[in-house]
């Protein structure tokens, strides 16, 4: 049998605007939490995007320099010229300034606490505050992210029982217990928890994705700044021997004696 006209029109008026309509004070402002909830994560998703990829881009080109400089010298001039926009780059600044910081207050014997000790102890200090720097700065933001996971649902699931709630309400209150007069009202609920899992959802993906990047950034770091205080310190990379200086026929460094031959010998 086909429906009435009237049924239809009752099916087509339930949705969105129709919980909108019929819901209070609290249904209304679960539903505003949620949005602003969502507008927050993506934006802060969008953002966090575009720093990572630029953080990804100027590290590469940083690291390809560094290694392909023919001294520190030549890392510190690319530094003062292009500046340190990147965390390896910043890394690299402040070990070289920690140095030459620690030789000027010990050249005039003015050292403080903050330079007290030996000149790879203060670079060793500069580079584990400059690591804990860097690792809150590609932190900041994740605590929204975790935050809009993990109570995103419950919100909407509050806003679903409330709905509920005041749906059943209404129909006790009419007296009309049908099961169209009740499917409509409990499925418009329900819709909170569907929207409060749409906004989790992105959130924790997001999270988990950054957190993943974040983890390997601060292993690289680690990994360099190892080897950045070896070159501060040792002159050289760790696990290579520095190179003997060449020798001098003037006699300021060894010369190789030629064997002597069978007659030479002879007549020593």
């Not at 129709?18 to 802060?44: E, I, K, P, Y």
């Not at 969008?46 to 590469?60: E, F, G, P, Q």
């Amino acid at each position: 049998m086909d429906p009435t006209p009237g049924a239809v029109a009752g099916a087509t008026a339930f949705g969105l605007a129709h919980l909108l309509a019929q819901s209070d004070a609290v249904g209304r402002t679960m539903l505003f939490v949620l949005f602003a909830m969502s507008a927050a994560s993506w934006a802060l998703i969008a953002l966090k995007a575009v720093a990572l990829a630029r953080r990804r881009r100027r590290s590469a080109a940083f690291l390809e320099s560094f290694w392909n400089a023919a001294s520190l010298g030549d890392v510190q001039q690319r530094i003062e010229h292009e500046g340190a926009r990147d965390p390896f780059a910043r890394l690299a600044a402040q070990a070289l300034q920690a140095r030459a910081r620690h030789a000027h207050h010990v050249r005039d014997g003015a050292v403080r606490l903050a330079e007290a000790g030996t000149a790879g102890e203060y670079v060793t200090r500069t580079l584990r505050k400059t690591l804990d720097e860097e690792t809150l700065s590609v932190e900041s933001g994740l605590t929204l992210l975790a935050t809009v996971g993990a109570t995103a649902p419950f919100v909407g699931l509050f806003g679903t029982v409330w709905g509920v709630y005041h749906a059943l309400v209404a129909i006790g209150i009419s007296g009309a217990g049908t099961l169209d007069q009740v499917a409509g009202p409990v499925g418009e609920a329900l819709v909170m928890t569907g929207i409060g899992l749409a906004v989790a959802l992105p959130a924790v993906v997001a999270y988990n994705a950054f957190t993943r990047s974040n983890r390997v950034l601060a292993a690289r770091l680690d990994a360099f700044a190892f080897e950045l205080h070896s070159f501060m310190t040792l002159g050289h990379a760790p696990g290579s021997a520095p190179r003997p200086a060449p020798a001098s026929p003037s006699g300021h460094g060894a010369v190789a004696q030629r064997p002597r031959t069978a007659a030479e010998a002879a007549g020593a």
